[in-house]
């Protein structure tokens, strides 16, 4: 008899025992932790090879192309897309991490978010050639979040535009902010999503059916950290699509009151 089971046949209000083993569980929850620590640990130390070694593959390519040698152009052309997605699984480990820890801790401070992007901007220039990403203009707007956590949504949503979207196609990035709130919004025009899917990409493990025939990687967890961590902010964050055509993916802080 299996610890647990009873006899579901005996007489209506007769007394029934269970037997069970009650195990502290505290170390087991500390290993967790500490291996999900590990995880993200290992996530961003591999973050900052890969990006010099995705710069270093993509100038090789120009040169080869530029230089007449299709073939090892070729080669390059395949290496990056290689490099591409390891970034993008990289990125899938740190949202598993995150997810997995269990909570969003938020460290608060007050920062630039036009520093923020400014520097996000940069990091793209330097890393993502498959697409043409336009930054417009972002006046100084200081808030009162989480800096790595607030990048994180907005390397999440550009992450996704790029995946979604077809290479040599335009990628926008706003930010605007008025008296209450910074908005930021990262738009593509790519594949877009349907009205029917389009109120689930929020969701834990959501991920659209043509999504997943497509060769894109992901765990369809992505936007739904993303939307956890806005919320914790006391923000808000949504998703606007034209199927076929391209989306706008969006998210709010508040501004500090003075
Ligand atoms: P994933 O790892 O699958 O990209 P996300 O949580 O980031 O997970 O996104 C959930 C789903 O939402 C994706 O699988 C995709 O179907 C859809 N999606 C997200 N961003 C876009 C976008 N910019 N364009 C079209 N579909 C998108």
Redesign the pocket.
Known sequence: RAIGDFDRKREPGAKQFMTGILMDVTEQKNDELRKNDFIAMVSHELKTPLTSMKAFVQLAQRRLTGGGDQTAALAMDKAEHQVSKMS?MIN?FL?LSILESGKIQLNLELFNLEKLIENIEKDTQATVFSHTILFAPVEQTIVHADEEKISHVIQ??I???V???PRGSTIKVACINDETEARVS?S?S????DSY?LP???DR????????LAT???????????KEIIIRHGGRIW?E?DPGK??K?SFTIPMPTT
Do not use: M, T
Request: with cysteine; charged share 15%.
């Open positions: 993008s899938g949202n999440n949503f992450s996704n535009a995946k979604y979207s990262v593509d790519g594949i877009g999503i899917d689930k990409v929020f493990y959501y991920r659209v059916e043509g999504s997943k894109v990687s992901g765990f369809g967890i992505g936007l739904y950290i993303c998703a699509s391209g989306s993916f």
